[in-house]
């Protein structure tokens, strides 16, 4: 990654002033740096890491293993494209190994998402077959671990 | 029983830690944003923890031999020599618990009673109590703002009598984040030359140096290897404060009779951390690397961000601390940082904590996450708007 991803991945809010303070570089470069990868696609969007088992609307998750045939000319991308375009899929991911499409689905409920793989996924004729898991926890996620946060515990002042 | 009459009258007359006492309160306190404490924020690189598990997994779990283990020994050479272009033997090295035994060690070697020690100061805690336990007499020479926390040339001179047994050579510095220069180590080496003083160079952030020609030890100045205790270790370079590790080099003749010191106080230094400390120096650069420029990027960041404040504060160019000076608000440092605590709950430590020459200047360590920093910063600005 470069310089200025590598700080906004650790914290989006960091503003361009701040960036370029931090590198050595003038505000206007870093503006246009980030406008630019924000124009080409590079960035596509700032969100923060919200832990959801502490919030009220907690949903539930399933990642949903999907073989598929691909079509010809085409490949994975047309199947995928009818996937991702369901609100309900928050990640969608072609893979190597066992199976070929990664959908994470997110719903109010199990039976929500179990009908929405029944009724939607299910239905389409290139996927040849469905496995559904619940997640059940989440230990980390973008590199941040959500449990035993214990804060800083360094305890020494010199 | 009568306490007082017991114990030695040299540990009575150490003073108390000031900063445990701040420390205290800030644990009871909720939200605290803390620049207090002066250990990296990052954990130990993966690979050096592995081996430090491995070589428990194999048994490795006996004293070493006094000096250390061989392997690391003679690793620290290499290092010392790809890093800093010194040339030591693995017998003029020693591995001790962390810098703060080898600093130790170093003056019980060293000291005799009534000899003078000069120590620079704002500086860390260690030298001043440390020369006392050893009998000698501390010299704080004060040093600078305006001279960017230098030890100069002038004022080494003038501090010197005939009494003067060794020098604390504490660069880059902690709490000011002075360096000092080829040029400047230079002039000092020409006061040194012509005496019999020997120098304790306190090296633990040689790797946080960020001028672009990087640390220079003294050792590489003409005629001061053979006078010299080079002092460096793991708790800052590869953020491993806990593993409790260091080293002392110098000349045979100076290292042979510290280990004797360090042989009936400590036996060997801890052994885990002596083969983690292998792999560290072995394949570690990288991750050294991160992590530098990690601080230099919040050391631009939390500089910039205390001068628009209107503080005035000298550019530290090593480790990862600030030095503002505060006495535009009107108080004094112990004043500033208990008001700062009580009414924008940061952290911060008092300047006189590293000598009383600290005093009108806080310490503000970057060793914490930018957005800890950001935050620490906002209050801090509330807080001196309010008094200048
Ligand atoms: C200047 C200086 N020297 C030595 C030490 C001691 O470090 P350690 O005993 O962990 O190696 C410290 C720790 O804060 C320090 O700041």
């Known amino acids: 990654m470069n310089e200025i991803l590598d700080i906004l991945d650790k914290d989006a809010r960091t503003t361009p002033e701040q960036i370029a303070i931090m590198l050595g570089r003038s505000t206007e470069d870093v503006k246009a740096a980030i406008n630019k990868m924000e124009n080409d696609k590079i960035i596509l969007g700032y969100k923060p890491l919200v832990n959801r088992e502490k919030i009220e609307d907690d949903l539930v998750c399933a990642l949903i293993e999907l073989k598929v045939t691909p079509s010809a000319g085409e490949g994975f991308d047309s199947i995928a494209s009818r996937i991702y375009c369901y609100e309900q899929v928050r990640n969608l991911y072609l893979m190597s190994g066992a199976y070929d499409l990664a959908v994470f689905v997110e719903g109010r409920n199990i039976k929500e998402v179990a009908l929405f793989v029944s009724e939607h996924l299910a239905q389409m004729d290139s996927i040849l077959s469905t496995s559904t898991h619940f997640m059940l926890k989440t230990y980390k996620r973008e590199g941040v671990i959500f449990e035993n946060i214990k804060g800083d515990t360094r305890e020494l002042m010199v | ?156 001179e003038s501090a010197i009598t005939p009494k003067t ?12 984040g002075a360096v000092m220069s080829k040029k400047d180590l230079e002039a000092i080496a020409e006061v040194i030359r012509g005496t019999n003083i020997i120098i304790i160079s306190d090296e633990i952030y040689s790797e946080l140096n960020y001028t672009p020609e990087g640390h220079t030890s003294i050792i590489e100045i003409e005629g ?46 801890p052994t885990t951390s002596q083969y983690a400390a292998v792999e560290a120096l072995r394949s570690c650069d990288n991750e050294v690397n991160v992590m530098k420029n990690e601080y230099n990027m919040r050391r631009r960041l939390m500089l910039a961000g205390l001068r628009s404040m209107g503080l005035s504060c000298f550019e530290p160019l090593g480790a990862f601390y600030l030095f503002p000076n505060i006495t535009k608000t009107g108080f004094s440092s112990d004043e ?16 006189n904590a590293f000598g009383v020459s600290g005093e009108g200047f806080i310490r503000c360590s970057y060793a914490y996450s930018v957005t800890n920093i950001n935050k620490a910063l906002e209050r801090i600005g509330r807080f001196v708007k309010k008094y200048i």
């Open chain 2, 336 to 351: 500033f940082c208990e008001r700062l605590l009580k009414e924008e709950r940061v952290a911060v430590v008092s300047g």
């Open chain 2, 165 to 176: 047994k060794a020098l604390i050579l504490p660069y880059p510095n902690n709490p000011t």
């Open chain 2, 1 to 156: 029983m009568d306490y007082e009459k017991i114990l030695s009258p040299v540990v009575t007359a150490i003073p108390p830690s000031g900063i445990r006492k701040l420390f205290n309160v800030v644990n009871e306190m909720e939200d605290v944003v803390s620049l207090g404490v002066g250990e990296p924020d990052f954990n130990t690189p993966q690979s050096i923890k592995n081996a430090g598990i491995r070589s428990l997994e194999l048994g490795y779990t006996h004293y070493t031999a006094n000096a250390g283990i061989k392997e690391l020994r003679e690793e620290i050479t290499v290092y010392l020599n790809r890093k800093y272009n010194l040339s030591y033997d693995s017998e003029d090295v020693f591995v001790t618990v962390g810098g703060s035994e080898a600093i130790d060690a170093a003056l019980r070697t060293v000291v005799v009673p009534g000899d003078e020690v000069l120590i620079p100061e704002p500086s860390f805690v260690c030298y001043k109590p440390l020369t006392a336990l050893a009998g000698g007499v501390p010299v704080p020479i004060v040093t600078k703002e305006e001279d960017n926390f230098r030890l100069t040339k002038q004022q080494l």
């Open chain 2, 224 to 269: 001061m290897k053979e006078r010299t205790i080079l002092i460096n270790g793991f708790s800052k370079t590869f953020a491993m404060t806990g593993w409790r590790l260091g080293y002392a080099c110098g000349p045979k003749e100076i290292i042979q009779p510290m280990i004797k010191v360090h042989q009936f106080a400590i036996m060997s230094s």
